[in-house]
């Protein structure tokens, strides 16, 4: 039982590490949508273009939120059982 303790806290870690990233990941690429669009004319048209036909949800805020917050929650829920036994 200790040893599957300690993978889930090291899956948990690994997951924190990873939402981390993610985040500064969007941050990098918001900082250079937004110089790209003042610099190259042919980007910002074709940013015009794909927001005409704009999905729901942003692909890039799913993986930095969504997907690292379920597997998160996955991981503090075998902590939880885990230390219920």
Do not use: D
């Not at 900082?31 to 692909?59: D, F």
């Amino acid at each position: 039982m200790f040893v599957l303790r300690v993978f889930a806290f090291l899956g948990l870690s690994i997951t924190l590490v990873w939402a981390y990233i993610q985040a500064r990941h969007k941050y990098l690429m918001h900082a250079m949508h937004v110089q790209c669009n003042e610099i190259m004319p042919e980007y910002r048209v074709t940013i015009e273009y794909w927001n005409k036909k704009k999905w729901p949800l942003s692909n890039i805020w799913l993986l930095t939120y969504v997907i690292p917050t379920l597997i998160a929650l996955v991981w503090i829920i075998l902590i939880v059982l885990f230390f219920l036994q």
